[in-house]
């Protein structure tokens, strides 16, 4: 195989067909992994990046990330840029070779930090979601008395919108759900950051807890994911649990009345699959809904979802500002299914609405 050096330099003066044709042929002869094919694409999935969005630098757009991630192995230093990300998968669904930038930078992360050369702002992210789950611990203490065969995990950011923890409970009461509820982390962030042997090790401990139970539901469409990819477990989305009480709810007579517009969570809508659900399930409630541009598997992303927050937060908080500018054109309220999504747009979550009205 040809070095990745003499490839960039023969392709740097390339047409734009020739760059495709390149990477066409490459999957083909199992050439490359996907942070190369990702470094020689001439960035076709820059115009639906949010982090390149708001930061407006290369060197944070997806394939420029993955060259930098290519260079680091070489033991080049690059900053913290393979971390600025988000785990939306825009570029995935842009992409023609079916490429997330994401999961492919976190192995290149790894490596960095089992050397002990992540850069201080991703320790610092680090340190950050580890005071988070110290300051989980203390609340909801009176439902460590529950433990039903069903699982209620509401996610560790979850906690920091209390109100929909009190919503999802009201609705498992309301439909007589013998369920546990247990302080328990997934470990997502761990595997985001690039620390992947202590998230193997986080796994190994916390699996033997989630075994106990006949199944899990959550709030958060992330632990949803990685329970489900990475341990293997039956876990689903409150959106997928209520949208098997459809019926019901259609017989409770409900009628919010209310026009909204929907949010698609990235990982929800992307990741899960879970787009007509939450819709019917808002439709059964009498919400009038408003679609947008940016919805369903196209929606873009509210910038809190991942690790992208804990490394910039203003730039975080640049991104949830031109999603909420997209939304509240329709003059609606926004509502969601993802609490770090409800937080960042200042949205209602759906669970809300219909504790409201049960």
Not at 257 to 263: C, E, F, W
Request: one cysteine or more; aromatic letters at 8%; glycine letters at 6%.
């Amino acid at each position: 195989m040809l070095p990745i050096k003499w490839i960039l330099q023969a392709t740097s003066t390339s047409t734009l067909k020739a760059k495709l044709s390149l990477l066409k042929s490459l999957p083909k002869a199992r050439m490359v992994d996907d942070i190369r094919k990702c470094m020689l694409c001439p960035n076709m999935c820059l115009h639906v990046c949010p982090v390149f969005d708001v930061e407006r630098r290369l060197t944070v757009s997806p394939s420029i990330k993955s060259r930098l991630a290519y260079f680091s192995s070489g033991g080049e230093r690059v900053g913290d840029a393979i971390w600025r990300c988000v785990p939306c998968n825009a570029c995935k669904e842009a992409c023609p070779m079916d490429i997330s930038v994401n999961e492919a930078l976190m192995d290149e992360r790894s490596k960095l930090c089992e050397l002990d050369e992540e850069p201080e702002s991703v320790k610092l992210a680090f340190i950050s979601h580890e005071t988070l789950l110290k300051e989980v611990e203390g609340k909801f203490k009176d439902l460590g008395e529950k433990t039903g065969r069903l699982l209620y995990l509401p996610g560790c950011r979850t906690f920091e919108v209390p109100e929909v923890i009190e919503a999802s409970l009201k609705i498992l009461e309301h439909f007589e759900i013998d369920f546990a509820f247990r302080k328990v982390c997934c470990g997502a962030y761990l595997k985001e950051l690039g620390y992947l042997r202590q998230f193997d090790e986080h796994r190994g401990r916390e699996i033997e807890i989630f075994k106990e139970y006949d199944g899990i539901v959550s709030n958060c469409p992330h632990c949803v994911r990685v329970l489900s990819e990475d341990y293997g477990l039956k876990a689903i989305h409150l959106s997928q649990f209520l949208f098997g009480k459809l019926d019901e709810l259609g017989r409770l007579g409900v009628n919010i009345g209310i026009s909204a517009v929907y949010h698609d969570p990235c990982v929800l809508a992307r990741g899960l699959g879970i787009v007509d659900e939450p819709r019917k399930i808002l439709s059964a409630i009498g919400v009038e809904l408003k679609e947008v541009g940016y919805s369903g598997r196209k929606t873009y992303c509210c910038g809190f979802g991942g690790i992208y927050a804990y490394i910039d937060s203003a730039m975080a908080s640049r991104i949830a500002g031109e999603r909420r500018n997209q939304l509240i054109e329709s003059n609606t309220t926004i509502v969601t299914f993802c609490p770090v999504c409800k937080r960042a747009l200042d949205a209602k979550d759906v669970s809300e609405l219909i504790a409201e009205s049960i």
